[in-house]
């Protein structure tokens, strides 16, 4: 019998069912880790201080900023740098994570047209290597903290972790979700990328979300699941305790949002490969 060269044949990845992708790609952490490691790497390639120059873009903007917003919002600057910084450093990661899973299939065309492998190892190297960057731009929030709220530190703040975890949780689904639909619908990348930006002024981020109330309260903060995501781990860096309906709402968005990446992932991983 004839050798079929891998090019030629069937693109799958090395296991039959999505439940298997997903929790074997997990288990693959040297893999995915590596991945993520070494993009980083090559975007930093030839650099004096790597992924810090994004923490020094994210610094400048928040002190340029801090001044503008604490007088428009009537905030005294010791409580709304901190504010501010928390939450742009968890906002940078997620809308990152969000515009580049557009691309998550697209840009790895080649590799897995010439291998077999678990579609949702890309997933977890896109996280990881954006969570890397977060734990740089994390120096923006400490400096800040540091130095407009000294002493300030409370059992609180442990929360931040559980509340990244979640948040982690949820951008592995986004990715696979957002990553199989702009592959098939290419128009969908322009579309998501530009939402993401009027998302960011919609977003309780520059301002506070009680400046906002009635039916406008309703619609840009309590239903708005970026807040909820931004909130259970911003609250913690500011030495507060999320509020209950926080935990509910991002409980209720992780539900949801895997159900249908694991639906979709289920019908249409066979057809990644071949949408490409």
């Known amino acids: ?26 288990r693959q952490w ?54 501010l910084a928390a939450g742009m450093v968890v906002w940078v990661f997620m809308s990152t994570v969000i515009t580049e899973s557009c691309a998550l299939f697209i840009a790895s065309t080649s590799l897995f047209r010439q ?11 896109l996280v990881y290597r954006n969570f890397i960057v977060f734990l740089h731009n994390m120096l923006v929030y400490v400096v800040i903290f540091l130095i407009y709220s000294p002493g300030k530190i409370g059992p609180a703040l442990v929360l931040a972790v559980p509340g990244m975890a979640l948040v982690l949780i949820n951008c592995v689904w986004v990715a696979l979700l957002f990553g199989m639909v702009c592959l098939r619908f290419r128009d969908l990348q322009q ?40 909130t259970i781990v911003r609250a913690p860096l500011l030495n507060q305790v999320p509020p209950l309906e926080v935990y509910v709402a991002t409980g209720l968005i992780t539900v949801a949002g895997w159900t249908v990446t694991y639906v979709c992932f289920r019908y249409f991983r066979r057809r990644i490969a071949y949408w490409s």
């Open 1 to 26: 019998m004839t050798a079929v060269p891998i090019s030629a044949r069937e693109p799958l990845p090395t296991v039959t069912s999505a439940a298997d992708d997903l929790l074997d790609g997990l």
């Open 191 to 230: 579309l998501i990328t530009t939402l993401v930006q009027i998302a960011m002024f919609v977003t309780p981020i520059f301002w506070p979300p009680e400046s906002l109330q009635g039916l406008m309260h309703i619609v840009y903060v309590e239903l708005n699941p970026l807040y909820h995501l931004i």
């Open 115 to 125: 291998m077999r492998f678990n579609y949702s190892v890309l997933a977890y190297a």
């Open 30 to 83: 040297d893999l995915w880790g590596r991945l993520g490691w070494l993009e980083i790497k090559r975007r930093y390639r030839r650099t004096m201080i790597g992924p810090f120059w994004s923490a020094i873009s994210l610094g400048a903007f928040v002190m340029a900023l801090g001044g503008v917003g604490a007088g428009l919002w009537s905030q005294q600057v010791k409580d709304y740098m901190p504010f």
